[in-house]
Each structure stands twice: as structure tokens, then as C-alpha cells.
T-cell receptor, first 118, second 115 residues
């Protein structure tokens, strides 16, 4: 199993350019998430998905769009990149264990994508 | 809403010293609690977890006990090594009414261990 993979690992964009970050998991997980990590801010949830064809906003969704056309893939799009979107982006996935108190829903993270917007 | 508060770093220790990283939480339900570790240049990975009160999670010499009465999940290790240098994140997962298991992370605590 490759686990959670992210493409690309590094990217430099100019302000106004667009790009798509790809996350893929081979663990048949239902839930997938996109986070950004900035110094002193910890992890902030951008968008998430609870299953194929579904998406929902997280804490900091503005400027990003997502799609989950296939269960194993979760795409994060930046339509018009801004310097404030310079960050490290992490994808994660986990099982859904609905109905259980105290779910053991461990998150599995990808290695990250380091994005710089000039 | 849910929140996780952990001590700010960096925490700097000498090898073989005792480690404590404090973590407290607020949650509307009955959450599961986690510690994740992030080594330089990598993503987060699960270190340990606990799902109910008084449970103790342990792994690689680290341990943390789920204390419902004090809403805490402090991370401890008796003797740290240089290889433990990393950023440690406390997190909780709680299912809101009719909702999904969306995790809440603390801001992370950087640990630096000197030889």
C-alpha cells in the first residue's frame, strides 16, 4: 500500500495563476481532508469530503475549490493564486466509524505539497 | 465548538530528560483523543490515541492518559532521544449532532533534543 500520496511535492506560482493539487489514497477510506499548515498556526482545515461526490467547507475555504469524483482521489484547486496561499498543504484520509462512541478514526496524512506564490 | 490547547514551544531538552507536553481540550460530545508527530519534511503520523476516560495510549516510550475530569491528555516520555526531535500535535475527534467526524488539532509543540 502506498497510503496517501500527494502530487506535486513542490510548486512555485505567480499571483493569478491556477493549479490543482492531487491527493490519492489506496486504503478505501471514505473521509478525505485538505489542510494547510502555516508557522504558528498549526493545521487548518480547508475542505473535506465524507464520500465520493461530496464536499464540504472547513475552517478556511475561501480561494479554494475541491472535487471528489472518485473515492480514492481528492483534488484541491486554486483558481487565482495569491501570496497569502503560500503554505504547506496536507491531505489526509480516514475510515468512517459512524455510530460508535469515541471513534478511533485515525487520520493518515500525505507527505505534503510546498506551494509558494510570488 | 471544539478546541485543543497545547503548550507553546519550542521545548528544548537534553537527551535522557523527562518530557511533558500539556494538552487540554473542550468538546461538546465524548471525543477520542490523539497525539500526532511530524518529523521534519514529513506529514503527520499517529503517535498514540485513547478513546475513553482513563484509557492510556502508549507507543515508542510515549504515553498519555485520557483525563475526563480535567479535560486533559498530556504527553509524557521518561527519557527522550535526539531522534524524538519533531513537532507534536494534540487532536480530538468528536461527532457533532448529525454531523461528521471532523478532527480538531492543537497548534503543535516543537521538541528539540540535544545530545
Amino acid at each position: 500500500n502506498a497510503g496517501v500520496t500527494q502530487t506535486p511535492k513542490f510548486r512555485v506560482l505567480k499571483t493569478g495563476q491556477s493549479m490543482t493539487l492531487l491527493c490519492a489514497q489506496d486504503m478505501n477510506h471514505e473521509y478525505m481532508y485538505w489542510y494547510r499548515q502555516d508557522p504558528g498556526m498549526g493545521l487548518r482545515l480547508i475542505h473535506y469530503s465524507v464520500g465520493e461526490g461530496t464536499t464540504a467547507k472547513g475552517e478556511v475555504p475561501d480561494g479554494y475549490n475541491v472535487s471528489r469524483l472518485k473515492k480514492q482521489n481528492f483534488l484541491l484547486g486554486l483558481e487565482s493564486a495569491a501570496p497569502s496561499q503560500t503554505s504547506v498543504y496536507f491531505c489526509a484520509s480516514n475510515w468512517r466509524t459512524a455510530g460508535l462512541a469515541g471513534s478511533t478514526d485515525t487520520q493518515y496524512f500525505g507527505p505534503g505539497t510546498r506551494l509558494t506564490v510570488l | 465548538g471544539n478546541s485543543v490547547t497545547q503548550m507553546e514551544g519550542p521545548v528544548t531538552l537534553s537527551e535522557e530528560a523527562f518530557l511533558t507536553i500539556n494538552c487540554t481540550y473542550t468538546a461538546t460530545g465524548y471525543p477520542s483523543l490523539f497525539w500526532y508527530v511530524q518529523y521534519p519534511g514529513e506529514g503527520l503520523q499517529l503517535l498514540l490515541k485513547a478513546t475513553k476516560a482513563d484509557d492510556k495510549g502508549s507507543n515508542k516510550g510515549f504515553e498519555a492518559t485520557y483525563r475526563k475530569e480535567t479535560t486533559s491528555f498530556h504527553l509524557e516520555k521518561g527519557s527522550v532521544q535526539v531522534s524524538d526531535s519533531a513537532v507534536y500535535f494534540c487532536a480530538l475527534s468528536d461527532k457533532p449532532t448529525g454531523g461528521s467526524y471532523i478532527p480538531t488539532f492543537g497548534r503543535g509543540t516543537s521538541l528539540i533534543v540535544h545530545p
